[in-house]
């Protein structure tokens, strides 16, 4: 057994490809994945990161921040999705109104 670690992830298939990051906090960044480390440590360029809603900060809003090239820390990664081939839709698990 090597002494090097390896992340769990497969980031080298996203790389030069759109993805999107949530970090811990609740901040949404989309951007290409130009580099990462084994620490998940990303490097995004053309990064934009959507804004939070004033009156529910879990919330984001279509308002978004040009950031340009950015390094997101691995500590505060939560997910990383590709943007290519998915959809918002809408949450299956609320109740509608009066029921």
């Known amino acids: 057994m090597s002494g ?3 992340t769990v992830l497969d980031l080298a298939k996203f790389v030069d490809k ?3 990051v949530k970090l811990t906090g609740g901040r949404q960044v ?3 994945l130009k580099g990462y480390d084994q620490l998940l440590n990303l490097v995004l360029d053309e990064a934009v990161e959507f804004l939070r809603d004033p009156d529910d900060p879990q919330k984001t809003t279509d308002q978004t921040r ?3 090239l ?11 999705s590709p943007t290519d081939g998915t959809d918002e839709i809408a949450n299956p698990f ?3 109104d009066g029921a």
């Not at 950015?70 to 990383?80: F, H, P, W």
């Open 66 to 68: 040009r950031l340009g």
């Open 70 to 80: 950015i390094v997101c820390r691995g500590t505060a990664v939560m997910l990383v």
């Open 18 to 20: 759109g993805v999107q």
């Open 4 to 6: 090097r670690k390896e």
């Open 30 to 32: 989309t951007g290409t």
């Open 94 to 96: 609320i109740q509608p």
